[in-house]
């Protein structure tokens, strides 16, 4: 079954990058897509954006000049990268597995890590 | 492309048949998928592809619609399935804003 963690830094200072890593066990990353969503607090959910297995991205309009998404498949890994950081970039950030086989819908996530902004 | 969830939110009894609708602002086909989340957790997949359960989803969770209108119902909601639900646009980025189920 496949299990995804997020991992990084809780505490994000204004204008910094904010940084997180996702390890993938117990699949493979071939064939997928993987991808980063976040939720603000008490807010709805806000994708991020994707990468597929080759290396293709995908990023949300609104975020895509501050966002980059990479993968390490040696380490079955992918991170994200969110760069010149807000106090509106506070949330909750989940990563997820964007599967060909349930029709590109997210069918397994992470339990989530919460990201603050704050000096 | 936007999603509009309906209602925000309702107020249900256990036992009560509960739909919640999803209208996208332009035709999606059956791109859509449906998720449920509880506080604190992460989301979970109910159905993609409109009308496809996921594995290990119970059958009283069932989707519909096509193109630019789509439902969620359970039929027979139980104690458990008091939650929020998104419905979600998988070939593009939208989510719906979400529908909060509560307890009558």
């Known amino acids: 079954q496949v299990h995804l963690q997020e991992s990084g830094p809780g505490l994000v200072k204004p204008s910094e990058t904010l940084s997180l890593t996702c390890t993938v066990s117990g699949g493979p990353l071939n064939s997928n897509y993987w991808a980063w969503v976040r939720q603000s607090p008490g807010g709805g959910l806000e994708w991020i954006g994707y990468i597929y297995y080759r290396g293709d991205t995908s990023y949300n309009p609104p975020l895509k000049s501050r966002v980059t998404i990479s993968l390490d498949p040696a380490k079955k890994q992918f991170s994200l990268s969110l760069r010149s950081v807000t106090t509106a970039d506070t949330a909750v950030y989940y990563c997820a597995r964007r599967s060909p086989w349930s029709a590109f819908a997210l069918d397994v996530w992470g339990q989530g890590t919460t990201v603050t902004v704050s000096s | 492309i936007q999603l509009t969830q309906s209602p925000s939110s309702v107020s249900a009894s256990v036992g009560d048949r509960v739909t919640i609708t999803c209208r996208a602002s332009q035709a999606i086909g059956n791109w859509l998928a449906w998720y449920q989340q509880k506080p604190g957790k992460a989301p979970r997949l109910l159905i993609h592809?409109?009308?496809t359960l996921q594995s290990g989803v119970p059958s009283r969770f069932s989707g519909n619609g096509s193109e630019t209108d789509f439902s969620l119902i359970i039929s027979g909601l139980q104690p458990e399935d008091f939650a929020t639900y998104y419905c979600h646009q998988t070939n593009s980025f939208p989510f719906g804003g979400g529908t909060k189920v509560e307890i009558k």
């Open positions: 592809s409109a009308s």
